[in-house]
């Protein structure tokens, strides 16, 4: 069973800063497996990312996704005042899904 | 618009038996696997499993297992997540998710959540 480990496990930061979340696997992945998710508080989930680095429709493009074999980073060009919620990176192998433990970006 | 929308919350004693519901629209339901995700209280998301509308076939994560089992009806674009008794442990936020494709250059495909529901509240108290 493959486990992704993210981290920080809180970020704090100021709007207008730049947010770089990690989500690492305990062993190589296909990069085209791996997405990245939003959930704002009292919320559903949103899908931000898939394929690593690819944005889901109607995404903003401050959200940029990256990394290869068993390290992924989500950055956040410049947090805007919405962007503060909790980001869960996932991971998909045939039949099966994995989520990281997620990254909470708060206000600093 | 594509939308899931999912039944509300729901109150029961462990021991008892459940069914919560997910209403596809906007889309042809057979075309996309749904999956269900558990949330408990402060925690982070889990995959429960996945089902194929179009021939109900299912795979269930090994966490889940014996303990839920999924369905779906495509005369009316509904999915199922239902237990036969429950726990106080099934004590959750519910989502079920559409999944989307990703055809990857050498030719493997992958899937991920493109469309969630708004979730149901289970809650299990006696």
């Known amino acids: 069973e493959i486990v992704l480990t993210q981290s920080p496990g809180t970020l704090s930061l100021s709007p207008g800063e730049r947010a770089t979340l990690s989500c690492r696997a305990s062993q190589s992945v296909s990069s085209s497996s791996l997405s990245w998710y939003q959930q704002k508080s009292g919320q559903g989930p949103r899908l931000l990312i898939y394929g690593a680095s690819t944005r889901a429709t109607g995404i903003p493009d401050r959200f940029s996704g990256s990394g290869s074999g068993t390290d992924f980073t989500l950055t956040i060009s410049r947090l805007e005042p919405e962007d503060f919620a909790v980001y869960y990176c996932q991971q998909y192998v045939p039949s099966f899904f994995t989520f990281g433990g997620g990254t909470k970006v708060e206000i600093k | 618009e594509v939308q899931l929308v999912q039944s509300g919350a729901e109150v029961k004693k462990p021991g008892e038996s459940l069914r919560i519901s997910c209403k596809a629209s906007g889309y042809r339901f057979t075309t996309y696997w749904i999956s269900w995700v558990r949330q408990m209280p402060g925690k982070g998301l889990e995959w429960m499993g996945k089902i194929d509308p179009s021939d109900s076939y299912t795979r269930y994560s090994p966490s889940f297992q014996g303990h839920v089992t999924m369905s779906a009806d495509k005369s009316i674009s509904t999915a199922y997540l239902q237990w036969s008794s429950l726990r106080a442990s099934d004590t959750a936020m519910y989502y079920c998710?559409?999944?989307?494709?990703?055809?990857?250059?050498?030719?493997?495909?992958?899937?991920?959540?493109?469309?969630w529901g708004k979730g149901t509240t289970v809650t299990v108290s006696s």
């Open positions: 998710a559409r999944l989307g494709v990703y055809y990857a250059d050498s030719g493997s495909f992958y899937y991920y959540m493109d469309v």
